[in-house]
């Protein structure tokens, strides 16, 4: 029998750590996840990692993996993702990927198709571009002519962004036409799981999570990476609204708001993102209770 990759996803802040933990613990495995931001070992209070008890708990693939010095993407995670299960599986029967990071859970489960080659004139012109004007800039770009990756893609990632805006111009084709059309087949098998929360709850769970992240010192975490504020991997929600804040470009008030909102404008993108591309997912609210018995009698 083909050995089975649980994978659990959903927004972020429904709950996916807790309830991914307990599954673990249950079945007897490790944990992969599928965070485009935990797997940087310099970023912790406001990517929302594991605590270190869960993390010595139970063994996590992909979190703390990498230095905000490298530029991580959905091909680097694939890559990681396959080797880190093949060797989850040499001990169990059952792998857990947990994770909101559509694309990386895409690729992992159907792998990517080849993008081609742009320029490099194409790609400068575009750095330069962000450069000068900012993320604000790229936003609209790719609001401007992608719009199908502007409702579901990672508007925090600027790398990202600029990769779909190059294929764009060169191609003329939205870099999601290029995406998953020909699904590799892997040897193992993948039960999807999505979980979700009432609109309201949910953003209720995203508004006091970040005022718990500011009681835990997030501030002081990014005031210690301000030397790094350029770097690909902090253009992201609660780490950007943070340095406008040590720029004086907004008070701290304001800074709090801007990341609750954007992370609300995110969790609703990545609902959008998940329902499309996994349609056959099983919805469940994240509560142990009812998820592991679904995956029993899934799995046998």
């Known amino acids: 029998m083909k050995k089975k990759c649980i994978i659990i996803s959903g927004p972020t802040a429904v709950g996916k750590t807790a309830l991914s933990v307990d599954v673990a613990t249950h079945f ?85 198709d080849p993008i081609p080659q742009v320029p490099a004139e194409v790609r400068n012109d575009i750095i330069q571009n962000f450069e000068q004007l900012g993320i604000e800039w790229l936003v609209n770009q790719i609001k401007n002519v992608d719009p199908e990756f502007y409702a579901t893609g990672e508007l925090h990632n600027p790398q990202r962004m600029m990769r779909t805006l190059e294929v764009k111009i060169f191609t003329g084709k939205s870099i999601r036409s290029f995406q998953i059309n020909n699904p590799v087949q892997r040897d193992f098998e993948c039960i999807n799981i999505t979980v979700n929360l009432p609109r309201a709850e949910l953003y209720n769970r995203i508004n006091s999570r970040v005022d718990a992240m500011v009681s835990q010192g997030l501030v002081d975490e990014v005031s210690n990476l301000i030397p790094y504020k350029q770097l690909n991997a ?58 592991i018995p679904y995956m029993e009698s899934i799995l046998g």
Not at 52 to 57: D, F, K, M, P
Not at 70 to 77: Q, S, Y
Request: aromatic share 10%; glycine share 4%; charged share 20%.
């Open 28 to 112: 007897s495995t490790s944990i992969i996840s599928a965070d485009s931001r935990q797997c940087y070992k310099e970023l912790n209070i406001g990517v929302a990692k594991p605590t270190a008890v869960e993390l010595q708990n139970i063994h996590h693939y992909f979190i703390n993996s990498h230095s905000i010095q490298e530029n991580i993407n959905a091909a680097d995670f694939e890559k990681y993702a396959l080797s880190a299960v093949e060797e989850i599986f040499q001990k169990s029967d059952i792998a857990l990927m947990v994770g909101g990071t559509g694309l990386y859970i895409k690729a992992f489960q159907q792998g990517l």
């Open 234 to 291: 902090l253009q992201t929600v609660g780490y950007k609204e943070l340095f406008d804040y040590f720029d004086q470009l907004s008070t701290l008030e304001e800074a709090i708001l801007k990341i609750k909102q954007k992370t609300r404008h995110y969790a609703k993108r990545q609902v959008t993102w998940l329902s499309h591309q996994l349609p056959e997912s099983k919805m469940l609210p994240p509560d142990s209770n009812l998820v």
